[in-house]
C-alpha cells in the first residue's frame, strides 16, 4: 500500500462520512458544515488526481461563497426542519426501495470493470513549476470555446431571471438617490430669513405702553 | 478551432448580440416606450431568419472541434423556431399588457430561450446538447414564474424548475456514465465507438436508459408526463405557446442528435423503450385529454399525445422515420402556435378563456376566428385537407414499412378516440348559444398574423410537398 492509496483512503471516507452527515443530523446548520466538510474532502480527492486548480476553485466558490451564503441563510430563517419532516417515515418503505434499486444500478456500473484502476493510468507526475491553471486556461480558450461562452450566457440568463423575479416596487419604500443628494446646495435646505430683531407685535406692544 | 469556424455561428452570435441589446436599451426606457423592446425583439427574430435563410448549410460541416454542428435539419428546425417565436409575441404583446407583464425581460428571456433551442438542434457533443437544453430551461422557468401575482403561475414554476432539474440530473447521470465508458464527448465519435461494440454492456445500457428518460421527461411522454397539464394550464398563454411549441422542436432536435446520431448503434436497445412510451403517451394522452374542462389541459394532454405520435416515428428507427416524425413535430407546432393564438386573443383583461365553455357561440361571436379554430381543431385531430392529416398519414406509413402492424392500429384507435374532444370545441363554437357576447378585439398586427398562421395549417395540407421533401432532404 503505497502513502497516496493511503491519502485516498482517508480522502474517501472523510467524503462518504460528510455525505451522511448531511442527511442524518438534524440540526441544518450541522448539516450544511458537514456538506463542508465533504465539498473539502473531495479537494483533496481532487488534489491526488493532480488537478490542483479544481480542487483550489471547489474550495473557493463551494465552500467559500456558496455554502456560506446557505449558511447564512439557514441561520436567517427559523425553520424547524424536524417539523416539516413529520410523517416522512411513512416514505421509508418506497425510499429504501428506489435507494435499493439505485444502489444495485450503481453497483452494476462501477463494478462492471469499466471504472477499474486498470483502465484507469495514475496521473503523470509533472514536476512543481508545471501551471495546471495555464493548461486549463489554454484549452478552455482554444477548444472549448464554444461550450465556455455558452455556460457565460447561461449565467447572464440567471441575472436577469433572478432580478426580473425577485425586484418589485413597492410605494411604500423609501429609497435615496445618491446623485441628487450629492449634488443639493446648502441654499436648497436652508432658507436665510433677514428680519427685524423685534416683530410688529412687539411694536405694537411697545406703542401702547408709550 | 479556427476563425473560419465563426462564420457557422453567424445567426447564433446575432441572436446573442440582439438579447444583449434589448437588454440593454429596455433599462433605459420609460413605460410607455416599451414597444421598443418589443419590436427589437421581433427584428432580432426576423433578423435572425434571413441570416439562416441566407446562408443554408451546404452538407453537414462540423465545427469548433466537433461541439457544434450545421446541417438541413439544423436550418429547417432553427427557422421554423424563429418564426414562430415571433408569432408569439405579435399574439402576446395584448396580452402582456393587460396583465402589466408587458417588460422588456420578458423578451429577453424569450430571446435567450430561442438562442437555447438553437445551441440544442445544432449541438455536436454532450456537452452543448446539456448546455442548450439549460440555456432553454432555465430562461423557461423564469418565463413561466413571470405573472408573480399569481399563485397558480408561481406553483407551476416551482414544479417546473424542480422536476427540470431532476430531469437534467438524470440526464447528466446517464451523459457521464457513456462517457466513462466510451471515453468521448464528440457525438459523432461516440458513434464510431458504439459501432464497432459486438454487444453493449450493462454500464452503456444504463446510460442509455437515463438519457433515454431525460429525453421523454423533456418531450412529455408518459410516464414522464405529469408536469405537462399543470405547467400548460399555470403559466401566462404566452409562456404555454412558447413552451408547447417552439420548446417542442427543440427537444425533437435534442432527440435526433443525442439519441439517432449519438447512439443510433443502439437502436435495437432503445427502439422497444420507444414503442412503450409511445403507446402509453397515446393512450393516456388521448383518454384523460376527454375528461378535461378546461382548455389549456386539453391542450397539454393533446401535446402529450402529439408526442406519443413523435416518438412513434423515431420508433420506426428508418430514415422515412425520422424524416415523418420532423414533418410531424413542425407542423404540429405550427398548429399549435395558432391554437393558442386564438386562446390568447379571446383573453382580455382579468379573464383567461381557458375554459372550454369560453368558447360557446363563438361563431355568432367572430365567424372568422371561429372558421381558424376549426382549421386547428381539424388539423389537430387529423382530418384531411389539414395538415395534421398528412402528418399522422406519413408517421403511421413509416410505421407500417417496418411492419408493425399491430402498432399503427392502436396508433389509429387511440387518434380516433382523440378526434371526439377536438370536435368538441368545434360543436360548442358553432352549436351552443353564446354566453359572453363581449367583442373580440385584434389589433392588426395579430390578426394578420394568426389569419396567415391558421390559413397555413390548411395551406400544408393541400400542398404538403414541399415540407415533405424538405424533411426527407434533412434526415438523410
Known amino acids: 500500500m503505497t502513502f497516496q492509496y493511503g491519502v485516498f483512503l482517508f480522502f474517501a471516507a472523510l467524503v462518504v462520512y460528510g455525505a451522511a452527515g448531511v442527511i442524518v443530523v438534524r440540526n441544518p446548520v450541522h448539516a450544511a458544515l458537514h456538506l463542508v466538510l465533504a465539498f473539502f474532502a ?3 480527492l481532487w488534489m491526488l488526481l493532480e488537478a490542483e486548480f479544481l480542487a483550489i476553485i471547489l474550495v473557493l466558490v463551494y465552500v467559500g461563497a456558496v455554502m456560506v451564503l446557505f449558511l447564512f441563510v439557514v441561520m436567517m430563517l427559523d425553520i424547524n426542519i424536524s417539523e416539516t419532516r413529520e410523517g416522512f417515515v411513512s416514505y421509508l418503505p418506497v425510499g429504501f426501495l428506489v435507494g435499493l434499486v439505485l444502489l444495485l444500478q450503481i453497483r452494476m456500473v462501477v463494478g462492471s470493470g469499466f471504472f477499474d484502476l486498470e483502465q484507469y493510468l495514475s496521473p503523470v507526475l509533472r514536476p512543481a513549476d508545471y501551471s495546471n491553471t495555464d493548461e486549463l486556461g489554454s484549452l478552455l480558450y482554444t477548444v472549448y470555446v464554444y461550450p465556455f461562452e455558452i455556460a457565460a450566457v447561461i449565467l447572464l440568463v440567471a441575472i436577469v431571471a433572478a432580478i426580473s423575479l425577485t425586484m418589485r416596487h413597492r410605494p411604500e419604500s423609501r429609497k435615496q438617490t445618491p446623485g441628487s443628494q450629492v449634488k443639493v446646495k446648502a441654499t436648497d435646505r436652508l432658507k436665510v430669513v433677514k428680519m427685524d430683531a423685534l416683530t410688529s407685535v412687539d411694536k405694537k406692544k411697545k406703542g401702547d405702553s408709550a | 478551432m479556427n476563425m473560419s469556424d465563426f462564420s457557422l455561428i453567424i445567426p447564433e452570435i446575432f441572436m446573442l448580440v440582439m438579447a444583449c441589446i434589448v437588454l440593454m436599451i429596455d433599462a433605459f426606457l420609460r413605460e410607455d416606450q416599451r414597444d421598443v423592446s418589443y419590436l427589437l425583439s421581433l427584428a432580432a427574430l426576423i433578423g435572425t431568419a434571413i441570416l439562416t435563410w441566407m446562408n443554408p448549410s451546404d452538407g453537414r460541416v462540423v465545427g469548433f472541434n466537433g461541439t457544434f454542428v450545421t446541417d438541413t435539419m439544423a436550418d429547417v428546425l432553427k427557422f421554423t423556431i424563429y418564426l414562430l417565436t415571433a408569432a408569439i409575441f405579435v399574439y402576446s404583446r395584448q396580452y402582456l399588457r393587460a396583465r402589466a407583464l408587458f417588460k422588456g425581460e420578458f423578451y429577453v428571456l424569450g430571446l435567450f430561450a430561442v438562442l437555447g433551442m438553437m445551441i440544442l ?20 422557468y423564469a418565463m413561466v414564474a413571470f405573472n408573480r401575482n399569481s399563485a397558480l403561475s408561481s406553483e407551476a414554476a416551482m414544479k417546473y424548475f424542480v422536476l427540470g432539474g431532476f430531469a437534467s440530473g438524470v440526464l447528466l447521470y446517464g451523459m457521464s456514465i457513456v462517457y466513462g465508458v466510451s471515453g468521448t464527448l464528440d457525438l459523432e465519435r461516440l458513434a464510431g465507438y458504439l459501432s464497432i461494440q459486438q454487444s453493449f454492456n450493462a ?3 444504463l446510460g442509455m436508459v437515463f438519457i433515454v428518460v431525460a429525453l421523454a421527461f423533456k418531450l412529455g411522454a408518459v410516464p414522464f408526463h405529469m408536469w405537462v397539464p399543470d405547467i400548460y394550464h399555470g403559466s401566462p398563454s404566452a409562456v404555454t405557446a412558447l413552451i408547447g411549441t417552439s420548446a417542442k422542436l427543440a427537444v425533437f432536435g435534442f432527440f435526433m442528435r443525442l439519441l439517432i446520431e449519438g447512439m443510433g448503434a443502439m437502436q435495437y436497445s432503445w427502439q422497444d423503450i420507444l414503442i412503450i412510451l409511445s403507446v402509453l403517451s397515446l393512450a393516456i394522452g388521448n383518454i384523460v385529454a376527454i375528461s378535461q374542462l378546461n382548455i389549456k389541459r ?17 420508433a420506426a428507427a428508418s430514415p422515412e422515420g425520422y424524416s415523418a416524425a420532423m414533418f410531424y413535430t413542425v407542423t404540429y407546432a405550427i398548429t399549435g402556435v395558432a391554437a393558442f393564438g386564438i386562446i390568447i386573443l379571446l383573453s382580455r383583461k382579468g ?15 367572430n365567424s372568422w376566428y371561429a372558421f381558424m379554430m376549426l382549421l386547428v381543431m381539424f388539423s389537430m385531430a387529423g382530418v384531411p385537407p389539414m395538415v395534421g392529416f398528412y402528418a399522422k398519414l406519413l408517421v403511421l406509413k413509416a410505421v407500417i414499412d417496418q411492419g408493425m402492424y399491430w402498432l399503427a392500429i392502436v396508433a389509429v384507435l387511440l387518434s380516433v378516440i382523440g378526434a371526439f374532444y377536438y370536435l368538441r370545441v368545434i360543436k360548442v363554437m358553432y352549436f351552443d348559444e353564446a354566453e359572453d357576447r363581449s367583442e373580440i378585439v385584434a389589433n392588426s398586427g395579430m390578426h394578420v398574423v394568426l389569419s396567415s398562421n391558421a390559413l397555413l395549417v390548411l395551406l400544408l395540407g393541400l400542398f404538403p410537398g414541399t415540407l415533405i421533401s424538405l424533411c426527407l432532404a434533412a434526415i438523410s
Open chain 2, 121 to 140: 438542434v445544432s449541438a455536436h457533443s454532450m456537452l452543448t446538447v446539456y448546455l442548450g437544453l439549460e440555456l432553454m430551461s432555465l430562461s423557461l
Open chain 2, 298 to 314: 386539453m391542450l397539454a394532454y393533446s401535446a402529450i399525445s402529439h408526442a406519443g405520435f413523435i416518438l412513434l416515428g423515431l
Open chain 1, 42 to 44: 473531495s479537494a483533496g
Open chain 2, 203 to 205: 454500464p452503456l445500457l
Open chain 2, 351 to 365: 379573464f383567461e378563456a381557458d375554459s372550454i365553455d369560453d368558447y360557446k357561440g363563438l361563431n355568432v361571436r
